[in-house]
């Protein structure tokens, strides 16, 4: 299983030992050197599972880029940063940041750090999921869909996982691009009215579920009562 990294930090040396720590880990890092290259990093690539992110960088500061991430993502966030006092740790977790780890770091901490947020994502990926009646098994991709078997392509199948994990929520337009398209898309925002009625054809019966929710966007809602 693949678990993506980012880590994002103006100080290189720092950057390399903490992705030096992170390859011994067996996970794959990716790295940063301001608040701007962060944003495109993460909404390009739509497969960072953690991201550990200084406060004092060049562009944007953690703060703004943790503001950006928090509107569309809930991926988990490790703010390391020299602002080791109580009144900016309390800043950082009320700003939606995970954990928050001041420098100097121990190698130890950090380690158990990254790996007790990366459990949740690990099980997570591996987990089936069952909404109403479709069922989904993250390890192999394949949805069925009341008993039957529904082929998905890359993009449909990244658009249910994403109503599934925010059904009963409405989701603009924006939102579901930046997720799945990525920050720097530059094609037709109605391509995501094409890609939900092709979804909600291949899914059946169930592609009732997805409401369209008048000049907002969509929601997937389901009565699981």
Request: aromatic share 8%; net charge negative.
């Amino acid at each position: 299983m693949d678990i993506k990294i980012l880590v994002a930090d103006d100080d290189k040396m720092l950057r390399e030992l903490v992705c030096d720590i992170i390859k011994k880990q067996g996970y794959i890092p990716v790295d940063a050197c301001d608040g701007q290259q962060v944003l495109d990093i993460f909404f390009e690539s739509n497969d960072i599972d953690l991201l550990i992110l200084d406060v004092m960088m060049p562009v944007y500061d953690g703060w703004r880029v943790l503001k950006e991430i928090r509107e569309y993502s809930d991926v988990p966030v490790i703010m390391l940063t020299a602002l080791g006092d109580e009144k900016h740790e309390v800043l950082g977790l009320k700003k939606g940041a995970d954990d928050y780890i001041a420098k100097p770091f121990s190698y130890e901490v950090l380690i158990a750090r990254i790996n007790t947020h990366l459990r949740k994502v690990k099980k997570e990926r591996l987990a089936k999921i069952k909404v109403g009646e479709i069922i989904i098994n993250q390890a192999t991709h394949k949805v069925m869909v009341c008993d039957l078997e529904v082929e998905l392509n890359r993009k449909e199948y990244s658009l249910l996982i994403y109503f599934i994990k925010n059904r009963n929520m409405v989701l603009t337009r924006e939102q579901i691009l930046f997720s799945i398209w990525g920050y720097d898309f530059d094609g037709d925002i109605r391509t995501i009215d094409t890609h939900v009625k092709t979804l909600r054809a291949k899914l059946l019966e169930c592609g009732k579920y997805i409401k369209t929710v008048r000049g907002s966007g969509y929601m997937l809602e389901v009565d699981e009562s």
